[in-house]
C-alpha cells in the first residue's frame, strides 16, 4: 500500500504537470496558480511559487498550512492570492485540488448578469447556474479586486459553496475537484463550455441546455474518465516545455 | 487484385492516421471515436480501445461485430458509446466509416433550435438542414445524454435517416461517409461550416445557403477529391504526432 | 538587365513560396490556387497541378494558354477551375498574379447582404464595397457553383471590374494583385479585414469606414511595403514546412 | 551602479526582445514598432529599421533625436511613422516606451463609437473609457491615414493625454509604459481585453465594467508584476524565432 509520503510525491509530481498543462491549453497564461491538498497532513497543501505556471517545477513547489504560513519557504516569494486555497481547503473536506486563473472565455460570463450554464455534456460538474463572485460585496468598492486576505478568500469560499467553478467579476474563476486531474479537467472544460455557450447564445435562437438530472449524472461519469484526456494533456504539454535559454 | 484481407489492412492504417487526423484538425480532443466497417466480414467493424485519439496505433485497433462483440478484446476497454457505430453500419449499407465527436463549432448549432445548413460548398453533403438528435425523446428526462446501449444507437440511427451528420443535443455529432477518407472529409467541413454559418448570422443581414441542387452536386464532386485535402492532414498529423515520453 | 526567362524563373520561385504562405497564413486549405503571369509570354500563366498549396514544389508548376491548354502537361492533372485565372488575365492587363481560395472569414460576407468594406488601413485595396458573384445569374439554380468553363470565367471577370477581390457566394474569393507578392498580401488582409469587420458589427456601434480617398491612398502606400510582410510570411512558411513521410 | 550607458545596453537588449515578443503573442505582424527612450540622453529614443519585428535584431536598432534624425543611421531605412514616437516623449516625461501597432481586436474598437474600457483586471491600466484619435479632425478626409509627419504625431500625442492607450480609428493603437516590459505588458493586455470586452457584449446582458478605483489599484499592482510574465513571454519567442533560411 501507498504511504502518504508516497502519495504527496505523487501529488507533487502531478502538480507540475497541472501548471504546464493548464498553460498549454490556454487556461492559464503568465499569472494563475493551482494547488493541491497534503495527503500526509490534509491541513496543509502544495503550491508554486509566485511563477508564471508554464515554467514551474518541483522546486518550486512549497508547502503551506492553512494560515498560509510557509513550512520551509527558503526565501520563494508566495502567491498574493493564495487564500483562495486556504479557505476552500478549510470548508470542503472533499476538494483535494483548487486552480485560479483568468480563464478568457469565462471572464465575460463573470463580468455579464448572463449566467455560465453547462450546454455541453463534457461540462455537466456546472450541474446549473455558476455562482459569481462579486467582491463589491464583501471588500467594498475600493478594492484591487485581488483575493488579499483571508476574508476576501472565506467570502470566495462561501460563494463556491458547494459548487464547483466559482466566477470572478472583472477577475477569472477559481475551480475544484477531488483530484489534480479532475480540477484540471474541470478548468478546462469550464473554459470550452464558456466558449460554446457564447456561440450558442449569438446564433439567436433558443437553447436547449442541460437539466440538472442530466448535468448531475454525466458530470459523476466523465469524473471516472480524467485519465483518458490527461493522457494526451500531458503529452503535449511535456512536448511544448521551453526549456530556460542557457547562459 | 486486392484481396479483402489486404482491404482490411489498409482501412486499418487508415483508421489509425483518421483517430491522428481528426486530434490534430480540432474536430475531437481527448474523447471522440472512428470506425471503419470490415471488408471481408462486412457485419464487423473496426474501433480503437477506449483511448484519447491523437495517441491511438494500430495496436489499439480492436474488432466488434454489430452485437458489440469484441472478436479479440485481449483485455483492451472498449469504448463505452461503441453502439453508436455498430447501429448505423446496421441500417446503412452504405457507410463504411464512422466518426463520433465533439466538434466544438458543432455543439453550439445542437444546443439551439436554429438550423446547421451548408453556406459553403465544401460541405455541401449536408444538403439542407441537419437533423438533430434530441436523447429526452427516446431515453427520457434522466439520461448521462451518452449512447450507452443498443435502443439508444438504434433512435439516432435513425434520425440520421439518409443524411450524412446528425448532431446530438448537448453532446456533439456523428457523421459519415462511404469511406474512412470521405467520413474525416465531412467531419472537418461540418465544423467549418458550422463557423461560418455562425459567423454569418451575426453579421445580421440576409444569408444565402446553398440550394438542394447545388449542395447534392458539389457534395458528388468533393467526395471524389477527398486525396488531396487528405494528403495534407496526414502529413501535418504525423509531424505534429507526439511520441508516448520515455519510461 | 533581366531577361524574360530570369523574370519567369523568378516567377516560378515566388508562386511556390505563394502557395506555401497563403497555407500557412490560412487563407488556403487542402484546396485553393495562386496563378502568375508569363513575363516572357503575357498570354501564358503558370499555376501548380491539382495539390493542396501546401505541398506544391516546382516540379508541379504548369503553364497554361489563355485557352488553359497546357503547353507541356507530362500527365499532371489540372485544376478544375483553372478558368477563374485565363479570364481575369484575358481582361485585366494589370494583373500578374490571381489567387482563388476559401478565406474562411471572407465566406460569410460572399453568402451575407452585408459588403464586406474596408475597416482596416491595411485593406485599403479594396476602396469600397467588395463585389460579389451570384453564380445563378450566369448558370441557373443547379450549378454545383465551380467556376468549371470559360462562360462563368468570363462572368467572374466581368464582376472583378476594376477592383482587387471578388467575393464567391457559397464558395470564395478571387484576389487579384500587380505581382505575386501584391496579391498574397491582398489575399491575407482580405482575411483579416473580414474578421475585423465581422467583429465591430457584433459591437453594435456605429462604424466608420475607411472613406474611397483613405482607401485609395493607403492602398498605393501598401502595396509598396509587401516586401516587409513577405521576408516574415516566407520565413514561417519554410520553418513550418511538412516534408513528405519517406517511403 | 549601472552606468546610463550599461542601461541603455540593457534598454537595446529588452528592445530586441519586445519586437520579438510581441510579435509571438499576435499583437503585431509583419508591420508595427517599439521603442525605448535611452537613458544616456532622454531627448533620444532606440527604435528598429524599417522590418517586421519578429526578424528585429540589435544590429537592426538606431538612435534618433526628437525631431526623428537618426544619430547614426548607417544607410538603414527608417519606419515611416517613427513620429508617433518623438511626439510622444517629448509631452509625458514620465514615458520610457511607445509601442504602435495593428492589434486586431483593437482596431473594432476604434472604427466603433463603441468604447473600449476595461472588463478584466489584468487592464486596469485602461483606467476607463480609451481615448480613439480620429486623423481627420487634424489631417482632413483625405489623408492615408499614416502619422507621417511631426503635426499628425503631435495631435496624437494630444489625444493620449496623461492615458496608456490610444485607439487609432482605421488604423491600430498606440500603448506607452514606464519601461519597456510594462508597455509590453500593456500591449498585450489592450488586445486581450478587448477581445473580452467583445465577448461580453454579445452575451446580452448588462456588463460590470471596472470602476476607476479598481482600475487604478490594480493597474498600479500589476505595474510590479511585469517580470513575470515577461519570463514566459521572452523563452517562448525564443523558442519560436525563425532562422534566416541560408543562402
Redesign the interface.
Known amino acids: 500500500m501507498k504511504t502518504a509520503e508516497q502519495e504527496d510525491s505523487e501529488r507533487i509530481a502531478d502538480l507540475v504537470l497541472a501548471n504546464r498543462i493548464l498553460?498549454d491549453q490556454g487556461v492559464v497564461?503568465?499569472?494563475g496558480h493551482v494547488s493541491v491538498r497534503s495527503a500526509r497532513n490534509p491541513k496543509h497543501y502544495f503550491i508554486a511559487r509566485?511563477?508564471?505556471p508554464?515554467?514551474v517545477t518541483a522546486d518550486d513547489i512549497m508547502e503551506y498550512d492553512l494560515d498560509d504560513q510557509p513550512i520551509d519557504s527558503r526565501g520563494r516569494t508566495p502567491y498574493l492570492e493564495r487564500f483562495i486555497h486556504s479557505e476552500i481547503y478549510k470548508v470542503r473536506p472533499d476538494v483535494q485540488s483548487v486552480i485560479h486563473g483568468?480563464s478568457?472565455?469565462v471572464?465575460?460570463?463573470g463580468?455579464?448578469?448572463?449566467p455560465l450554464r453547462?450546454?455541453?455534456?463534457?461540462a455537466?460538474f456546472l450541474v446549473r447556474e455558476v455562482p459569481v463572485f462579486?467582491i463589491r460585496a464583501t471588500g467594498g468598492?475600493?478594492?484591487?479586486?485581488?483575493i488579499r486576505n483571508k476574508a476576501l478568500g472565506a467570502a470566495l469560499a462561501q460563494k463556491l459553496g458547494n459548487a464547483t467553478v466559482v466566477l470572478m467579476?472583472?477577475?477569472g474563476d477559481t475551480v475544484v475537484g477531488q483530484s489534480i486531474k479532475t480540477a484540471v479537467f474541470h478548468a478546462i472544460y469550464t473554459e470550452?463550455n464558456a466558449?460554446?455557450?457564447?456561440?450558442?447564445?449569438?446564433?439567436?435562437?433558443?437553447?436547449?441546455?442541460?437539466?440538472e438530472?442530466?448535468a448531475a449524472?454525466?458530470g459523476?461519469?466523465f469524473d471516472k474518465?480524467v485519465d483518458?484526456?490527461?493522457?494526451?494533456?500531458?503529452?503535449?504539454a511535456?512536448?511544448h516545455a521551453?526549456?530556460?535559454?542557457g547562459p
Do not use: C
Not at 141 to 146: G, Q, R, S
Not at 242 to 245: N, V
Open positions: 498553460a497564461d503568465g499569472f509566485s511563477r508564471a508554464a515554467l483568468h478568457p472565455a471572464i465575460p460570463f463580468a455579464s448578469d448572463v453547462p450546454i455541453s455534456h463534457m455537466g462579486e468598492n475600493e478594492t484591487d479586486l485581488l467579476r472583472g477577475h470550452l466558449r460554446m455557450e457564447a456561440e450558442a447564445l449569438r446564433l439567436g435562437g433558443k437553447i436547449t441546455f442541460l437539466n438530472i442530466e449524472k454525466i459523476e461519469q474518465l483518458r484526456p490527461w493522457e494526451i494533456w500531458k503529452i503535449q511535456l512536448s521551453q526549456p530556460a535559454p
